[in-house]
Structure formats: C-alpha cells, structure tokens
C-alpha cells in the first residue's frame, strides 16, 4: 500500500510540473497565428479569452499579455468585441524577418519613411501601412526586422501614422549650449527605406499569366 502511495505521489507530481510546464509555454509561444485568428471587428472577449487564456494585466479595458515577465500583446475591446490588437516583435521570433511576416499578415503595403526630425539622430524606422484593412508594420531599418505589428477595425477617421511621424519637425534640440531643429524634413539624403520599397513591389507586383505556346505547324507535309 505504501509503495503504492509513493507511486501515485510520484506521478501527481510529474504531472503537476508537464501541467505547469504547459501553462508556462502557453503563455511564452504568443505567435502570429494567434495574431491571425483575431478578427479586429469580429472577434468577441470570449473568443479571445479561449485563444490566448485570461490576460496577464487589465488597463483601461485593455487586456496585456506578457511573455517571460515582459509585455507581449495588447488587446483592446468596444462593446466587448475586439476593436484593435497589436504584438511586440521580438529578436528570437520567428517571423521578424519582413520576407517571413508578410507570407502570413497580407495586406495593400504603403511605404513610409521616418522623416528627418531630431539633428542628432539619424531616422531609423520604417513602416507598411494598409489603412483600408486596419493593419500596420513597423521596422529597424538598419536590423532589417520587424518590431511590432498591429491591426485595427477599419474606420473613415483612422488617419495614417504620417502625422505622429512628423510631430517633431521644426521642434528644438538641445546638447548642452547648442541647440538646433530640422526645418526640411527630407534633409537625410539617405533612402534608409529603399530595400523595403523594392521588397514590397516585388511581392505586390502582379503575375502575368502565360498565354500556351502554339502548336507549330509542319510546312513540309506531304500531299
């Protein structure tokens, strides 16, 4: 009887840590197909309570959910339906790369550039935007990755990210006793973008269908 206690024990304990084991990767594993099954628009609290599980954090209706101590995915609601969900892209991901990421998050990508704003720093920032589906990519321009994904309910009044982009032009910056500001915006010579131009013309850039080779005919047919 004891050794059988003992072995259930054993047991109970092997499967409380794989349970533990589980529930700890459930929330580590925070993926674009997840991402996916989120409909902005469609998708009820209930639903994505039983895709993701509880949320880690709730702000201001937002629902957070971390990964390794860290926020991951943010998701916020209207009238208890999804009205906007975004995800932190991170380095070990699998889909950092842009080639990797538009294979799975499809859209009609408009190119736009961070604009010179700060004299002291270069811009590094690029991103693809789909105002009319309610999606948006940002990217390190010099890493090549995506950083952050994000993809909303799509509404007549949702203006483009152009405008927060620009919101330090013409403002002042300061090292020490010497302050300066950009007055052109298009000042960096350097297209940090261009990779991702021809990335998205390459991948947006229709396929011809070819019309069948016809059949040569033999002139030299016997009567």
């Known amino acids: 009887m004891k ?33 996916n099954k989120i409909g902005a628009g469609i998708a009820k609290k209930s639903e994505v309570e039983q895709l993701l599980g509880k949320p880690d954090r709730v702000e201001g ?16 609601f209207e009238n208890n339906i999804v009205n906007a969900i975004s995800m ?15 294979q799975s998050f499809t859209g009609s990508w408009t190119v736009l550039k961070e604009p010179m704003s700060n004299p002291h720093l270069a811009p590094s ?12 990519i940002r990217i390190n321009s010099y890493k090549k990755n995506v950083e952050y994904i994000a993809k909303w309910k799509p509404t007549k009044d949702q203006g483009s990210i152009k405008d927060y982009l620009y919101r330090n032009v013409g403002k002042e910056f300061c090292i020490a006793s010497s302050c300066s500001k950009v007055v ?35 002139k030299n047919r016997s009567l």
């Open 125 to 136: 920032l690029c991103y693809l935007e789909d105002l009319e589906n309610g999606k948006r």
């Open 61 to 76: 209706g937002q629902w957070i959910y971390e990964s390794d101590g860290s926020e991951k995915m943010w998701v916020s």
């Open 3 to 35: 050794q059988f206690i003992k072995i259930f024990f054993v047991y109970y304990v092997v499967f409380l840590f794989m349970g533990c084991e589980t529930l700890i990767k459930g929330k580590q594993n925070l993926n674009i197909e997840q991402f």
């Open 88 to 102: 932190s892209v991170w380095e070990e991901d699998k889909f950092k790369s842009v080639e990797s990421l538009l």
């Open 184 to 218: 052109d915006p298009d000042a960096w010579e350097h297209n940090h973008c261009e990779w991702l131009e021809k990335i998205v013309v390459n991948k947006q850039r229709p396929v011809r269908n070819k019309k069948p080779k016809s059949k040569k005919t033999n």
